[in-house]
């Protein structure tokens, strides 16, 4: 049985697909994140996170709150947004709903927060349900949401070089995300389309290949910044000092 998702959730994450499609390519978007509030020292629920991709840098961190509902966005929902952004260091904010906001929420949102309109009919047909299903065996339920597409690069010399002129560039393309119940990171070869679930926190992981055996492997661990702040995070390695982080999200 499908398990149906409830509506607001369901906006949530096409807000969080709306920006991971549009943004710069060195941000990484995390749906349902859970992030440790420095100030009230509780893991807060963001619906969508943003943080830096390929460093262990949350210092230019962005959050959205997506409302689904009638009422409009006033400056309370917009004091309340303040100050979650404040709790988890985020230095810019969207407060998303598909009903507009009042003057007054507006001018609360000055330059720190962006209120933005997403009506409900940008829904269209898009259904969460029809991602690939997380594989971590204690996940209740949860898709894989793709936030990132890295190519590999191989020189290949095909066996008719003589005749084709040498070696060919050959490019590996993959897609790269988390579950978006769980959090867990995987990994998908478009070459062999085969998806490999990858653990931030098995010490005795010691990486994953997809069927193409090609010479790199994928592998995650957890990292800290420099306050203190834990994050999982994703990386391709095709050799020794060779790696490139390509996913992450904090834990
Ligand atoms: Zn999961
Ligand atoms: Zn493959």
Redesign the pocket.
């Known amino acids: 049985m499908p398990q149906a998702r409830p509506n607001w959730e369901v906006y949530e994450r096409m807000v969080a697909r709306l920006m991971s499609d549009t943004l710069r390519t060195d941000l990484c978007v995390t749906p349902n994140a859970k992030v440790l509030g420095v100030k009230s020292g509780v893991k807060r629920q963001i619906d969508v996170l943003i943080d830096a991709r390929h460093e262990t840098d949350n210092t230019r961190r962005i959050i959205v709150d997506a409302k689904r509902r009638t009422r409009k966005i006033d400056v309370t929902d917009v004091e309340a947004f303040l100050g979650l952004m404040e709790d988890v260091g985020a230095t810019h904010g969207y407060l998303v709903c598909p009903t507009g906001h009042t003057p007054t929420a507006e001018r609360r949102a000055q330059d720190a927060v962006t209120i933005a309109l997403v009506p409900l009919d940008h829904l269209g047909d898009f259904d969460p349900a029809t991602w690939p299903k997380c594989m971590n065996s204690r996940c209740h339920h949860g898709r894989i949401f793709w936030t990132g597409y890295p190519e590999i690069y191989m020189t290949g010399l095909p066996l008719d070089a003589r005749i084709s002129g040498g070696p060919r560039r050959l490019s590996?393309v993959h897609h790269v995300g988390k579950c978006d119940r769980c959090g867990r990171f995987h990994v998908q070869?478009t070459?062999?389309?085969?998806i490999l679930s990858l653990p931030e926190d098995d010490d005795n992981d010691i990486g994953h290949q997809?069927?193409?055996r090609?010479p790199w492997f994928w592998i995650a661990s957890i990292e800290t910044d420099n306050e203190g702040n834990r994050s999982a995070e994703l990386h391709g390695v095709w050799g020794i000092d060779q790696y490139l982080t390509v996913d992450r999200r904090p834990c």
């Open positions: 590996f070869c070459t062999c389309e085969e997809c069927s193409c090609p």
